[in-house]
């Protein structure tokens, strides 16, 4: 994929058509966020908040394929991850989320039983 913008955009739409596994979605969506991460904070933040705007009103299974994308490409750490479940309310960020908590009340719960 050569164009970001046109990738970026190509992806999205097969969000909205529910057909984002198709060669024009997925791939092509994940090779602009690829691009997109290398640009400066200020830039990346435009674009993730727009991107936000914009598929407030997607159904949950396209935005849990939005969020996966996003961690998969981002990896993702904990105030992005939270910034994707508060914009998206998807199952896929609030799973992994969920991860960071129990995983913490696990050291918790080893150290009390010492």
């Given at each position: ?66 969020s996966k994308s996003l961690t998969d490409v981002y990896s993702c750490d904990k105030d992005f991850l939270y910034k994707i479940y ?29």
């Amino acid at each position: 994929m050569q164009n970001t913008g046109l990738d970026f955009v190509s992806g999205l739409t097969r969000l909205f058509l529910d057909d984002y596994d198709n060669t024009d979605g997925r791939i092509r969506f994940e090779s602009a966020l690829e691009k997109i991460k290398n640009l400066d904070k200020s830039a990346q933040e435009e674009i993730m908040f727009n991107l936000f705007k914009v598929t407030r009103g997607l159904p949950l299974k396209n935005k849990n394929e939005l969020s996966k994308s996003l961690t998969d490409v981002y990896s993702c750490d904990k105030d992005f991850l939270y910034k994707i479940y508060d914009n998206l309310e998807d199952d896929n960020s609030l799973q992994l989320a969920s991860e960071g908590f129990l995983n913490r009340l696990k050291t918790v719960k080893s150290r009390i039983e010492v």
